[in-house]
């Protein structure tokens, strides 16, 4: 369950500094060059990454079975399990 929860965290997080602020309708695509992923609160090292950061993390997939289908996420890890 956890697993499945960080994949889907990683899928968004991932989605959205990939496709930028454009792809949601909030923001001019301009504002992407000053994007950042902000991970804090109760982890042991907060951190802050940009869309640069991101691309040059190695990629990984998952695949869940949701539903009765295979689903499958890529994006890069943000903590190990």
Same mark, same amino acid.
């Given at each position: 369950?956890? #697993?499945?929860?960080?994949?889907?965290?990683?899928?968004?997080?991932?989605?959205?500094? =990939?496709? $930028?602020? %454009?792809?949601?309708?909030?923001?001019? =695509? &301009? &504002?992407?060059?000053?994007?950042?992923?902000?991970? $804090? !609160?109760?982890?042991?090292?907060?951190? %802050?990454?940009?869309? =640069?950061?991101? #691309? /040059?993390?190695?990629?990984? @997939? /998952?695949? /869940? %079975?949701?539903? !009765?289908?295979?689903? #499958?996420?890529? !994006? /890069?890890?943000?903590? @190990?399990?």
């Amino acid at each position: 369950m956890i #697993k499945t929860r960080v994949a889907w965290a990683v899928a968004l997080a991932t989605a959205g500094l =990939a496709l $930028g602020p %454009s792809a949601f309708a909030q923001a001019p =695509a &301009a &504002a992407n060059a000053h994007a950042t992923l902000a991970v $804090g !609160g109760d982890v042991p090292h907060p951190l %802050s990454l940009t869309p =640069a950061d991101i #691309k /040059v993390m190695p990629r990984t @997939s /998952v695949t /869940v %079975s949701e539903e !009765g289908r295979e689903v #499958k996420y890529e !994006g /890069v890890l943000l903590a @190990s399990c």
